[in-house]
């Protein structure tokens, strides 16, 4: 048995705006990827990352060795297929899914969803509490939406961590529509449970998040 990570990057970063992948952007000194190979291999003992297949090379560079680069696809869901087919995985073995946009998690989080998981759960999720004022999307007119209650609510992270069998079951299915690997696994019965997740696994999206992205980076690595 032997714990593995998928660390999806083929996304181009939309959002973020740069002139490269987002996954390529550096953060003091180095390149998004590489922060998140670097971490996630403190936990797992192969990982793949997926890359877009426009900058291959580019990012074989950035992992310099330390991870095998694969294709992604135009879904992150594809991307996620991609790299688990590159991992060859054993039913018993136990796979990250970590998106390297969320590359300063907390290692104590990660441990926790593969601890989780080696305990008889299916899969493991970190979530965190939301601390914005929620409410629905406005109506057609522009009338203020419903409130939410956020206590009820959680926002999900990164790695999603599962028993090899369940991450490949979850994504030779097809019909299933889901957003992340979890939900998918979820839909098909699986116990997937919740950990607590931690700030630091925000997700690099936008402009401004390159500017946390910077603060944290050294308090990371020194923890
Ligand atoms: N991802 C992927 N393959 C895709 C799309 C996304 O591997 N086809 C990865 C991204 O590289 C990222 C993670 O999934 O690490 C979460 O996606 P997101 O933050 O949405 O990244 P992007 O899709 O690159 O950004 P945007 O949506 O702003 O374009
Ligand atoms: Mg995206």
Redesign the pocket.
């Known amino acids: 048995m032997t714990t593995a990570a998928v660390v999806?990057?083929?996304?181009?970063?939309?959002?973020?705006g740069a002139d490269v992948?987002?996954?390529l952007v550096h953060i003091e000194g180095r390149a998004l990827v590489a922060w998140a190979v670097s971490r996630v291999l403190q936990i797992a003992d192969a990982v793949v990352v997926?890359a877009p297949a426009s900058h291959l090379d580019a990012f074989r560079e950035a992992v310099d060795g330390a991870a095998r680069v694969v294709a992604?696809?135009?879904?992150?869901q594809?991307?996620?297929a991609a790299g688990l087919t590159a991992l060859a995985l054993d039913d018993d073995d136990v796979v990250l899914i970590h998106?390297?946009?969320?590359a300063f998690q907390d290692l104590s989080v990660m441990a926790a969803t593969v601890r989780a998981v080696e305990a008889g759960a299916d899969g493991a999720v970190p979530v965190v509490p939301v601390t914005d004022t929620l409410v629905a999307a406005p109506a057609a007119d522009g009338g203020l939406g419903a409130p939410l209650d956020r206590a009820t609510l959680r926002a999900v992270q990164t790695p999603q961590t599962f028993r090899g069998r369940v991450a490949l079951d979850a994504h030779r299915s097809t019909g299933v529509d889901a957003t992340d690997d979890a939900s998918l696994a979820r839909e098909l019965g699986y116990r997937i449970v919740a950990v607590d997740g931690h700030e630091w696994g925000f997700?690099?999206?936008r402009p401004s998040d390159l500017i946390l992205a910077a603060a944290i980076a050294p308090q990371v690595e020194a923890s």
């Open positions: 999806t990057a083929a996304g181009s970063g939309t959002r973020l992948p987002k996954a997926t992604g696809g135009a879904t992150r594809e991307s996620v998106d390297a946009a969320r997700k690099v999206t």
